[in-house]
């Protein structure tokens, strides 16, 4: 028995082909199991409405306090699109079809009509009719209304966290597999047009081959060391957003798309039916909430859903770049950090407040929420340099002081 263990786990580690497999195997041997606890105080029954109520009431509240409120952006205009228009979908073969399922990870979801491993099992038989349901929906420019709907499971943010306070848990969703094959037919499509027109932005990290977690951190300790090298201090700061993917505004992506993207005709159809008409409900140890609507933002646990809010915030980085800061992000995690000799260490103090100033302006009038509370600052130097400092206890961004990490 301890060799046939040995050998099934060698073959499994063998034939994982991505980090995350991989990393999974490894915590599973060294029994690192997650675990998802749940608030004790609301009874189960309850429990399911109480999680659809608080994140609908999130979003709303943090909507509605941006709509409230007029900030005068900074004039840094969208780029219009200069290239070869999108206008249609390619059409699929069987064949494409069939690689995108046989490469997909094999989960089943509670909205799936059977289970994903049968319809695997199946796929000769059924491959004909899966192909000629996608092909319908991206010549029509109609996502299907039967996979507008999701099932979310609330995870706590961090296990250190209290499980007692609902807004210690995010919304996980949990989204029918053909609907994840589609998007993921529609994203291979939306890949190659933004490669084919260079419109992928260089210090983004995310959703394309070749620029992970990992190449993010390396260019970033890379800068700062080699700032280091140059006997300068540098100044990090991380910003976080409040539901940052849950507020996106609807009409403002769908505009970004078609005026900075060149996405026109059905293909943007297309996006609109996708966006459009969607519904959430929260399972909770098989006790389940009535179905909420979503008015903003792209589903969590979709495909598409990442690479579209890179899309929407891409002009960000020509404010950042106004500013001459260096940055770098990775979907909704970004990093701006400047570098300067000693002497100039209040100036590059001011010019980052500046800069998350008008970063945060920005994105109030695109309907999205800079959390100052969540947002760290790092000064990164030498040793020898600390020595000389008086550090400043905080950082003011507009009424919000943001503290130094260590």
């Given at each position: 028995m301890h060799q046939a263990k040995i050998s099934f786990y060698s073959t499994k580690i063998l034939a994982s082909n991505t980090s995350r497999q991989l990393f999974s195997i490894t915590n599973s041997l060294l029994g690192k199991v997650k675990s998802s606890p749940l608030p004790s105080?609301?009874?189960?029954?309850?429990?399911?409405?109480?999680?659809?109520?608080?994140?609908?009431?999130?979003?709303?509240?943090?909507?509605?306090?941006?709509?409230?409120?007029?900030?005068?952006?900074?004039?840094?205009?969208?780029?219009?699109?200069?290239g070869t228009v999108w206008g249609a979908f390619q059409s699929v073969s069987e064949d494409e079809v069939k690689k995108i399922l046989t490469q997909s990870t094999i989960k089943t979801c509670e909205l799936d009509p059977l289970p994903t491993?049968?319809?695997?099992?199946?796929?000769?038989?059924?491959?004909?009719?899966?192909?000629?349901?996608?092909?319908?929906?991206?010549?029509?420019?109609?996502?299907?209304?039967?996979?507008?709907?999701?099932?979310?499971?609330?995870?706590?943010?961090?296990?250190?966290?209290?499980?007692?306070?609902?807004?210690?848990?995010r919304p996980v969703s949990n989204l029918s597999f053909l609907s994840k094959i589609l998007e993921k037919v529609v994203l291979r499509q939306l890949s190659n047009h933004l490669l084919t027109n260079n419109l992928f932005y260089s210090h983004q990290s995310a959703y394309r081959a070749g620029h992970s977690t990992e190449t993010a951190l390396l260019k970033i300790v890379n800068d700062l060391l080699s700032a280091l090298d140059e006997d300068k201090v540098s100044l990090l700061s991380l910003l976080d957003l409040s539901a940052a993917f849950d507020t996106i505004d609807h009409s403002i992506l769908l505009s970004r798309l078609s005026y900075s993207f060149g996405i026109s005709d059905t293909v943007l159809a297309w996006f609109t039916s996708y966006l459009t008409d969607r519904t959430q409900t929260i399972s909770v140890n098989g006790s389940k909430s009535l179905p909420a609507p979503l008015h903003y933002g792209v589903p969590q646990g979709s495909v598409l859903g990442p690479i579209l809010f890179v899309l929407y915030t891409q002009p960000l980085s020509k404010i950042i770049q106004h500013h001459s800061l260096y940055h770098h992000s990775f979907s909704d995690d970004n990093q701006l950090y400047i570098s300067a000799n000693l002497a100039q260490l209040q100036e590059i103090i001011r010019t980052s407040q500046s800069c998350i100033s008008d970063v945060q302006a920005w994105m109030h009038n695109n309907k999205l929420q800079l959390n100052p509370d969540k947002t760290e600052m790092i000064l990164i130097t030498s040793k020898h340099n600390q020595k000389s400092l008086s550090l400043p206890f905080s950082v003011d961004l507009n009424g919000t002081s943001i503290h130094l990490s260590s």
């Open positions: 105080s609301i009874p189960l029954s309850e429990l399911p409405q109480r999680f659809s109520d608080f994140f609908h009431s999130k979003v709303i509240s943090i909507r509605c306090n941006l709509d409230s409120t007029t900030v005068t952006p900074p004039s840094v205009p969208d780029q219009p699109f200069c491993s049968f319809l695997t099992h199946c796929l000769d038989d059924l491959l004909p009719h899966l192909t000629s349901i996608i092909n319908d929906s991206l010549h029509s420019g109609l996502f299907p209304s039967a996979f507008k709907s999701a099932i979310v499971k609330p995870l706590l943010k961090k296990t250190t966290l209290n499980p007692e306070i609902l807004k210690n848990y």
